[in-house]
Each structure stands twice: as structure tokens, then as C-alpha cells.
């Protein structure tokens, strides 16, 4: 059952091109416009959207935190994200216009189903995102666009991830398609390299053998940090929770540029830091922003572990691991630049002979409070 693999992990990392453009399936017209007719929230109801709020927890919360990137730019709806936990408890701000959307892989996620339930008494309409057909958070959702990763089985999401990005990213154009923003020729170019994307997955899985090495050679560390800037920041969260909840050690994500507010002080000689890059071509100010924190960190003697778009030369001289993923666009490149940690948390929880698919203390879905 786990298909030749040793663990359920490994081959759900391994299932996430398939599951990518499972997802993708039948979503996309000849004429490369969306077509989201399971969405039964009519047009004229999504024009009237002025409100995005995003509910998730865990690996969701993260996929939540990256559509928000999408969903503003290419809609200009302002998009809050919060993790279904703290929502309901602060008296959040919502009505008719404002659409909800639930992100959860078992739809049975507790905290989050509490959250769509709240918002619903408010009168929002909640749009869920979710893997597991017929499960509660879909029942009680206004509608919902299905993940089409398939069973997830290990602890720790990993393809029901990438399909929660993808369809975040079916939502935001969908929205901008609907509501015609000024974005109208970008949306059909990003429709034309997400249908693309899941090939440059699956490049990055076959290159993932010295990421394992890497990995390997870190299992008597304590700490590992990750830094990202933008759609990277979540990435750098992903990568943390990854490691946190497989290999048990200590890791943060930061938002590189938080790094001289704090978070710069633990820096200490050997200390692995990984860094997620975001692309030179397009918004190239990022790119130099965060090649200044690789120069400060590796200045202060940390180990740097660099994941950069292939190309980039600039990060080259900083870098004592260097990982390459497949150019993307901006937005979009969370769906390659996610794959490499993932494997990176996988080896080293293996290497620390950790149980992979059942870490301890954690069950994979939370049907309490
Ligand atoms: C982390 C992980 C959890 C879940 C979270 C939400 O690898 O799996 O953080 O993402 O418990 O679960 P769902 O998506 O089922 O609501």
C-alpha cells in the first residue's frame, strides 16, 4: 500500500506532480478561462465581494498565508488571514460581502469548522477548500472547491499543501477573472503556467538526492532556521512546522526582514539557516533585499542553505548548500520551492530515527478544541 516507499510520507511527497494537476483538472477551459462551476457562489455574489478572510490552522494557515499574496494582487480584495483558533474569539469584523474561506485537508478540523460556523451566523458565505469528500467542513460550507490530492495518509501534509495552493490560486484568479481587475492579461498568462507547473515538480523531485545528503549530515543539530521574504515567509513557516513536528527540533521561520529586529541574536557560527529565495526577474528588489540578509547571516558564521531559482548567480558566492528549483513566476513559486523542504524534514527525521509517518503527539486530523 505504500507502493514500493517506506513510508506513506515519501510517496505523498513523491504524488505531488499527479496531485497538482489532479487539481487542475477540468478547471481549466480550451480557451485557458477558468471554469469553476462547482463553486455555487454566482458571479453577481463574488462582484459584491469587498472582504476575503482565510481560516485554516497548521499547513493550511500556511496555504492561507501565501493565497493572501494572490488573492490582493490579482483582485485587489483586501484578504486577512487567521488562524481558525484565535477568529472567532476576537469578534471579527464580517458581513454579507465578505466571503470566508476554509482551507482544510480532513475537513474535520475542529477549530476551523468552529470558525466557518461563526462566520456564517454573521451572514458571510464560506467557500471551502478541501481534500476529503463529504466530510463536515463541506457540509456546512455555502460551497466548496475539492483538493484532488487523494488520501493523505502520513501526519504531516505535504501534497494536500500543494493542492491547497492550487486551489487558492483557482479561487484568486477566479475572482479576478469574474471581476475583470486590471490584472485581465496577466491572469491568463499565470492560468497558462500553473497548468504548466506540475512538471517543474516533478524536476524538482529528481534532484532531490544532495538535499537527503544534506539533511543526513544535520541530524545531531538542535536548530535549524528558515528565512523567506514575501510568498517565502510561509514557505520558511511550512519548512519550520515540517521539522519541527518531524525531526522534534527546534526550528523558526522569520521574515528576512525581521532579522535585525531580534532574530539576528541567535545567529552563531555553524548554525544551519535556510533561505528561501525569491526570484531575481520580476520584483528584483526582494531578491537583493534577501541576498543582504544571506551576506549578514553568513557573516555571522551560520551555515547557509540556499534555495534559489536555477540562475541565479547572485546568491551563488553565499551560499555553503545551494539547492536549485525550476523558475516560476513569483506567486506560484511556493509549489517548487515547498518540495525540497518537505524531503529535507522527511530524510532528517529518518536520520534521527523518528517514526515519519506517526510522529509522536500529533494525530492527523483534530476533532477537538
Ligand atoms: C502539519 C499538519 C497540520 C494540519 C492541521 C490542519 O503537517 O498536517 O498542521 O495542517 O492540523 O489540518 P486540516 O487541513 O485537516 O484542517
Redesign the pocket.
Known amino acids: 500500500e505504500k507502493g514500493g516507499y517506506d513510508y506513506f510520507m515519501l510517496k505523498e511527497i513523491a504524488e505531488q506532480p499527479k496531485a497538482v494537476a489532479d487539481t487542475l483538472l477540468g478547471r481549466i477551459d480550451a480557451g485557458g478561462s477558468l471554469t469553476l462551476d462547482e463553486v455555487r457562489i454566482s458571479a453577481a455574489e463574488l462582484r459584491e465581494v469587498d472582504k476575503v478572510v482565510i481560516v ?6 500556511h496555504a492561507g498565508l501565501i493565497a493572501k499574496y494572490a488573492i490582493e494582487h490579482w483582485t485587489r480584495i483586501p484578504c486577512e488571514v487567521e488562524l481558525a483558533s484565535e477568529f472567532r474569539y476576537r469578534d471579527p469584523i464580517l458581513g454579507k460581502r465578505s466571503l470566508v474561506i476554509a ?7 475542529m477549530d ?1 469548522l468552529m470558525a466557518l460556523r461563526h462566520a456564517r451566523e454573521q451572514g458571510s458565505k464560506v467557500l471551502a477548500i478541501c ?1 476529503t469528500n463529504g466530510s463536515t ?1 463541506p457540509r456546512e460550507s455555502d460551497a466548496v472547491l475539492y483538493t484532488h490530492a487523494g488520501p493523505e495518509v502520513a ?4 501534497k ?2 500543494l493542492t ?1 495552493l492550487v486551489a487558492c490560486y483557482l479561487v484568486a484568479l477566479y475572482l479576478g477573472q469574474v471581476r475583470g481587475t486590471k490584472w485581465g492579461d496577466e491572469i491568463g498568462a499565470v492560468i497558462r503556467d500553473l497548468s504548466q507547473i506540475s512538471c517543474e515538480v516533478e524536476r524538482v523531485l529528481e534532484t532531490m538526492e544532495p538535499v537527503r545528503e544534506l539533511a543526513r549530515s544535520l541530524a545531531d543539530k538542535n536548530t535549524v532556521l528558515f528565512l523567506g521574504r514575501h510568498v517565502g515567509y510561509p514557505v520558511a513557516l511550512e519548512g519550520a ?2 521539522l519541527k ?1 518531524l525531526a522534534y527540533m527546534h526550528a523558526e521561520g522569520f521574515a528576512a526582514g525581521e532579522l535585525k529586529h531580534g532574530p539576528i541574536a541567535l545567529i552563531e557560527p555553524d548554525l544551519p539557516v535556510v533561505v528561501v529565495v525569491p526570484s531575481p526577474r520580476g520584483r528584483s528588489v526582494l531578491h537583493d533585499k534577501i541576498v543582504s540578509n544571506i551576506q549578514e547571516i553568513r557573516a555571522r558564521g551560520a551555515r547557509t542553505i540556499v534555495i534559489a531559482e536555477e540562475g541565479d548567480e547572485a546568491v551563488v558566492p553565499y551560499a555553503d548548500h545551494l539547492v536549485r528549483i525550476p523558475a516560476t513566476p513569483t506567486l506560484l513559486q511556493p509549489l517548487v520551492a515547498t518540495v525540497p523542504l518537505q524531503v529535507f524534514a522527511c530524510e532528517l527525521a529518518t536520520a534521527r530515527g523518528n517514526e515519519v509517518d506517526q510522529p509522536r503527539n ?1 494525530a ?3 476533532t477537538v478544541e
Request: hydrophobic share 40%.
Open positions: 485554516a490552522c497548521g499547513t493550511a494557515f482551507i482544510s485537508q480532513s475537513g474535520e478540523t476551523t481534500n467542513i501526519v504531516a501534509s505535504t494536500a499543501f491547497q512546522l515540517k513536528e500529533l492527523k486530523s483534530v
